[in-house]
């Protein structure tokens, strides 16, 4: 397999649980911030990608302190009202943000029993 970059800079930095900077050239990505990790090393983003809602991947104190004034926030839409002041994008759908399409796919458990991550609430994200 091989991967083909068309960026200059390509950086994936680990901050906590599931939070995760990525780098893109100028463009700056957080995915589920939460700030019971060091953020202070964090870049502001210019889009955040918010996977669930729980305060571990939907944290709003994180969000604010990470977001760009102009920056946009992608939420599953099941959890919209949690964070109202981001948009909504569901399962299956696409948006386009800066030059970056971003896809929401299902993300949900196939243990059995109740799942924890039941399907169409939280969101994959592909670009």
């Not at 589920?32 to 502001?44: F, H, I, Y």
């Not at 969000?63 to 919209?80: C, E, T, Y």
């Not at 948006?95 to 059995?112: F, H, M, N, Q, S």
């Amino acid at each position: 397999m091989r991967l083909l970059l068309l960026y200059a800079l390509f950086a994936v930095n680990p901050l906590i649980h599931a939070s995760v900077e990525i780098v893109l050239d100028e463009t700056v990505i957080q995915v589920d911030p939460w700030s019971a990790g060091d953020l202070s090393r964090a870049r502001v983003a210019d889009l955040i990608l918010v996977t669930d809602d729980p305060i571990h991947h939907l944290d709003p104190k994180a969000i604010r302190q990470l977001r760009k004034p102009d920056g946009v926030v992608l939420i599953p839409a099941a959890s919209h009202a949690k964070f109202p002041e981001g948009t909504a994008i569901a399962n299956g759908e696409r948006k386009t943000i800066r030059g970056l399409t971003v896809e929401a796919i299902p993300a949900y458990d196939i243990k059995p029993g109740g799942p924890s991550h039941p399907k169409g609430k939280g969101n994959g994200m592909c670009s």
